[in-house]
C-alpha cells in the first residue's frame, strides 16, 4: 500500500503599515480640536471614580550618603502608566496608528512629588520628556531625576553601619478619592547599568502604600 503524504508550504511575508504624516495629523485633529481634550481634567469618564497611578522607581545609582546633613542623594526614573479616558482613538481610522508620543505638558498628568525631598516641591520631568500614548488610552510617562531625600543616618556602628532610607512619592494636591497610586513590583528596579557605589551597597528593597 502506498502511503499518503501531505506536504503544506507556507509562504510568510511581512506586512509593512506604514503611517503618514496624514495620518498623525489626522488623530491630534481629532484629539484636541474636534474631541477638545483638556490636560485640566482628570481623565475619567467617571469623575466619581479614581484614576489609579501605578508607580515604578528604577534606580540608576547611588550619588551620595550624606551622615552630616542626613541626606539620601540618589539618580533613577520613574515609570508612572495610567490610563486616559479621552485619549483612546481606533488605529483603523487612521491607517493603523496605535501609538503617539506627546510632549508631557501637553496631556493630563498625575501631580506626583517627592514628600521627603530636601528641595523645593517641583514638577517631574522635563518639557522634552515625551509621554507615550496607546489608542486604548493608556499613557506611560518616564521621567528622570537626581531626588535628595531625607534619611535618618547613624554612623554608630561604622564602618560596619547599615541604614533603612525611604523615597516616598505622593499625589501632592490629590485626595485618594481622585487618585490612588499602586505599584507593580515589591522594591527597586535596579538598571541593568546600575553604578556601584565605593563605599555603599543596597542589600534590599521593598515597595509599599
Not at 550618603?65 to 483603523?92: C, F, H, M, R, Y
Not at 489608542?135 to 560596619?160: A, M
Not at 478619592?177 to 547599568?193: A, K, M, P, R, Y
Amino acid at each position: 500500500m502506498k502511503s499518503t503524504q501531505l506536504w503544506i508550504f507556507i509562504s510568510l511575508f511581512r506586512i509593512a503599515i506604514l503611517h503618514s504624516n496624514t495620518d498623525v495629523q489626522s488623530l491630534l485633529t481629532q484629539i484636541f480640536s474636534t474631541n477638545s481634550y483638556n490636560k485640566l481634567i482628570r481623565p475619567s469618564t467617571d469623575q466619581s471614580a479614581p484614576t489609579e497611578v501605578d508607580i515604578r522607581f528604577n534606580l540608576y545609582g547611588i550619588n551620595d550618603v550624606n551622615e552630616i546633613d542626613q541626606k539620601l542623594i540618589t539618580a533613577g526614573w520613574l515609570s508612572i502608566v495610567w490610563k486616559d479616558d479621552l485619549l483612546t482613538w481606533t488605529p483603523a481610522s487612521y491607517n493603523g496608528l496605535y501609538i503617539l508620543y506627546l510632549p508631557q505638558d501637553n496631556v493630563w498628568k498625575p501631580d506626583i512629588s517627592l514628600q521627603n525631598g530636601f528641595s523645593e516641591l517641583e514638577e517631574l520631568g522635563s518639557k522634552f520628556i515625551q509621554v507615550l500614548v496607546d489608542s486604548s488610552g493608556y499613557l506611560t510617562w518616564r521621567p528622570s531625576q537626581v531626588f535628595e531625600t531625607r534619611c535618618n543616618l547613624d554612623s554608630k556602628y561604622f564602618p560596619f553601619d547599615e541604614h533603612k532610607c525611604d523615597i516616598i512619592f505622593v499625589s501632592w494636591s490629590h485626595s485618594s478619592q481622585d487618585i490612588v497610586l499602586t505599584q507593580t513590583t515589591n522594591g527597586i528596579e535596579l538598571s541593568d547599568g546600575l553604578e556601584s557605589h565605593g563605599e555603599w551597597e543596597i542589600t534590599s528593597s521593598s515597595c509599599h502604600n
